[in-house]
């Protein structure tokens, strides 16, 4: 279901949905669902991959204090093997925006695939550049996932997670080859099967 293009959406409750975490090899895909509101407006937003790690956070526990609502959604490893990355994308998004009170009247969503939703919803090419809910939604899924990972890299020493964050960098790559794959890492990926095959 999509609104029209002339609609007026000023009235609605509209929340901005992005997820982080597409590309790598392990870990899960992160969503993030954020409704702001225009008595506590959060400056200096940005695509959470053009802002500095501490920016991140610090905007992260902002967006936290001064959005009407937040929340988050994911799906986790054995989801993204069974049902693909694209399919457990959208449904760590759905997972978000189902957790969101209030509940909002339109989403939109980073991208070009809609999650399905009881409300109205709406696919943005590069939305997290352009809508500030939607780069909101961005930091918030990033600062989570990227936190995860850091934790993992702990429990799964020598893959480098922690630097990374399951992307698959050379060191990755090779990490992967010496010590093997993990619970953690995606089965359905070409890199990981094909040391997995071996």
């Not at 991959?49 to 009407?68: N, T, V």
């Not at 989801?79 to 009170?101: F, G, H, K, P, W």
């Not at 429990?155 to 953690?184: F, N, S, V």
Request: aromatic content about 4%.
């Amino acid at each position: 279901m999509n609104l029209q293009d002339d609609e007026d959406t000023s009235f609605l409750l509209v929340a901005g949905v992005d997820e982080v975490g597409r590309g790598p090899l392990a870990g899960p895909v992160v969503a993030a669902a954020v409704i702001l509101t225009h008595e506590r407006p959060v400056t200096g937003l940005a695509d959470s991959k053009k802002l500095s790690q501490k920016r991140r956070e610090a905007l992260c526990e902002q967006i936290k204090e001064q959005a009407l609502a937040w929340a988050l959604g994911r799906a986790e490893v054995e989801e993204i093997d069974r049902i693909n990355i694209l399919q457990a994308s959208l449904l760590a998004m759905q997972r978000a925006v189902t957790a969101l009170t209030p509940a909002p009247q339109h989403v939109q969503v980073d991208g070009n695939h809609c999650p399905a939703l009881q409300c109205s919803v709406e696919a943005l090419i590069k939305g997290d550049g352009k809508i500030a809910a939607i780069s909101a939604a961005s930091i918030l899924a990033k600062v989570a996932r990227d936190n995860e990972m850091i934790l993992l890299d702990a429990e799964y020493p020598g893959y480098g997670l922690a630097k990374h964050k399951g992307y698959p960098t050379r060191d990755h790559l090779q990490a992967l080859r010496q010590l093997g794959i993990t619970a953690i890492h995606r089965r359905s990926f070409k890199p990981v099967r094909e040391i997995f095959e071996q």
